[in-house]
């Protein structure tokens, strides 16, 4: 008696059968490693830096510019503030401080005209505390070409 239905499951499940058959060996070798965690990051930026100061290209650039890894809970204290370039021009807003697999810390922004999220290596940003905004040694046209997520620019 034929009830029309596959023998062996519909095809779906097959092909996760296959998967999981195929995948065997590999989560196999990664079990029998021991975990290590990643390798930590290094700090990426120097606070008395002439060389960022003189990649901006603004009228008058701020004294006491702080890396962003300086500040405390960065992620929660400079979340949503404002970003400008290397003109002065507002290109974005700050969202959060990340290390990324060969140890990069980057920062993840959100452009503003565009409405993208990027990620740009956090020697490209400093804190600037007296005015309460984030300035980028890159120009908007420069950020722009970022593209979104990794790889990062």
Do not use: W
């Amino acid at each position: 008696m034929a009830t029309g239905k596959p023998v062996l499951g519909s095809p779906a499940r097959l092909m996760l059968l296959a998967a999981m058959i195929a995948a065997t060996p590999l989560l196999e070798r990664c079990a029998a490693v021991p975990y290590e965690p990643p390798v930590a990051a290094t700090v990426q930026c120097e606070r008395d830096d002439g060389a960022f100061a003189q990649r901006l290209v603004m009228p008058n650039v701020p004294p006491g510019l702080m890396c962003l890894e300086e500040v405390d809970g960065v992620n929660n204290a400079l979340f949503n503030r404002v970003i400008f370039d290397a003109a002065g021009y507002k290109v974005g807003h700050f969202r959060r401080i990340e290390t990324k697999v060969p140890g990069d810390v980057v920062a993840v922004v959100r452009l503003s005209p565009s409405l993208r999220t990027i990620s740009m290596l956090t020697d490209h940003l400093r804190f600037d505390p007296t005015r309460g905004v984030i300035i980028a040694d890159l120009t908007n046209r420069e950020i722009d070409l970022i593209p979104p997520g990794f790889p990062y620019g």
